[in-house]
């Protein structure tokens, strides 16, 4: 336990450094605490802010990011995030954080972060992890297979994945450089959408026979975040 406390410190203090070229804008104050309720608020960054002399320490604060997540699903792994939505003391910082608890060879599937990059530590057990660069880099795959201590950086954007290869659960903490980096994940989106992308579209895309297309958006598409 003393071992992930300490990799989880250096995580975040990994992040630090990373968030001067944090993607939000900015913010112009020292803090921003997001509320649901507008009145007497400001609308800052998505969010609307709370008088700054009604902020409380609850606001910049979360508890149990220790305690494993359920990772019993199709995918075999959990996402826990701790945005602006589970932190408003978050809101116009550009930081965020993330536990991904992994199944014995369970996989957080292929993804991107629209608003932000990432980069992860493994606490636990060992990773199989990789990105895919953008068409005009020639969809160049970078993987690497990390063990415990191990760092690596998933630029933002890109379709980015983490396999657990071993019969033992993994555990790893990641830092976004966003207060909502946001997540679409692929195989979600592309045959899960609501409402369902044309057949055809997708039978001509993939270059597959349109029975196979049929067959996958007829699926069940879990999403893994919480």
Excluded at 9 to 20: D, H, R
């Amino acid at each position: 336990m003393k071992g992930i406390h300490f990799l989880l410190s250096l995580t975040v203090l990994a992040l630090a450094a990373f968030i001067a070229s944090a993607s939000d804008p900015s913010p112009l104050q020292d803090f921003c605490v997001a509320v649901d309720e507008p009145h007497k608020a400001l609308f800052v960054n998505g969010k609307f802010c709370k008088d700054p002399k009604l902020a409380k320490a609850e606001d910049f604060f979360f508890s149990g990011l220790n305690v494993p997540r359920d990772t019993h699903n199709p995918v075999g792994s959990n996402v826990t995030q701790l945005n602006v939505d589970k932190i408003p003391g978050l809101n116009t910082l550009g930081i965020s954080l993330a536990r991904i608890d992994y199944a014995p060879y369970g996989q957080n599937p292929p993804h991107t972060h629209p608003r932000g990059s990432e980069i992860l530590v493994v606490a636990k057990g060992t990773l199989y992890v990789g990105f895919v660069s953008s068409n005009q880099d020639g969809n160049r795959l970078f993987t690497k297979v990390l063990k415990e201590g191990d760092v690596f950086v998933f630029p933002i954007g890109l379709i980015h994945f983490q396999f657990n290869p071993t019969h033992a659960p993994a555990v790893a903490f990641a830092g976004l450089s966003s207060q909502n980096a946001g997540t679409i994940t692929i195989a979600n989106s592309v045959f899960g959408s609501n409402p369902a992308i044309n057949p055809h579209v997708l039978a001509k895309a993939f270059q597959v026979d349109k029975n196979v297309i049929d067959q996958l958006q007829k699926q069940f598409w879990y999403g893994n975040d919480n």
